[in-house]
């Protein structure tokens, strides 16, 4: 079984975390439970560092595994969701961010930014690789990290078990090209099928 960890960041869009947990819910139980087929995925949040997580709006969550670094034996693919507007400040907040990353990407992990939450792959991660944010970020971040290569026209973008996304509901187009590339093209129709949401948009450019 395919297990997916959503990191809850403070300041950041609600929809950037629920979005890919409900989609990865969807490949795992909703269509058996519609249809009768095998769950495929599970997918758990978990903060940093605190137990109850207030986001950039007035919705609160609270982590099912408590802390990122306890009580985390195994994970396939982590999610950063938005990170807010300052994501300097959030990212001086989460210094302990970086380095457990880096360890997950070692052991093997997919690692996946939404919009802002890009920003934390900057450790050394996206240096000389492919990444794309919301369309409104890539000049600022390209004087803060030039050493990556910037595709603001992507939706989604996928290097070295680094993926990135475009602004916020692009959270659901790379959670479906997740879900396609671990589980298959027809678990992700299914998916999409089963939320009424279309399969991976492409390009932001339009």
């Known amino acids: 079984m395919l297990d997916v960890t959503v990191v809850l960041l403070e300041a950041g869009y609600a929809s950037t975390a629920i979005g890919p947990i409900e989609v990865f819910h969807s490949a795992g139980l909703l269509w058996n439970w519609l249809h009768g087929s095998t769950p495929q ?7 940093l560092p605190r137990s109850t997580v207030e986001r950039h709006q007035p919705v609160f969550a609270r982590p099912d595994a408590g802390a990122c670094d306890r009580r985390r034996e195994h994970t396939d693919i982590i999610i950063l969701p938005a990170s807010g507007w300052d994501v300097q400040s959030e990212i001086a907040r989460h210094t302990t961010l970086m380095p457990w990353l880096r360890k997950w990407h070692a052991r093997g992990a997919t690692i996946a930014g939404i919009c802002t939450g890009v920003a934390f792959l900057r450790m050394r991660l996206l240096d000389g690789r492919r990444a794309t944010t919301h369309w409104r970020w890539p000049t600022s971040f390209a004087s803060v990290y030039p050493k990556v290569l910037w595709q603001p026209e992507e ?16 959270s659901i187009d790379l959670s479906l090209y997740l ?16 939320l009424l949401v279309s399969m991976p948009r492409c390009r932001q450019s339009g």
């Open 155 to 170: 939706f989604v973008t996928e290097d070295d078990r680094l993926m990135c996304s475009g602004g916020v509901y692009a």
């Open 41 to 47: 995925t599970r997918a758990s949040a978990c903060g």
């Open 179 to 194: 879900v396609e590339k671990f589980c298959g093209h027809e678990i992700a129709l299914q998916c999409a099928k089963a």
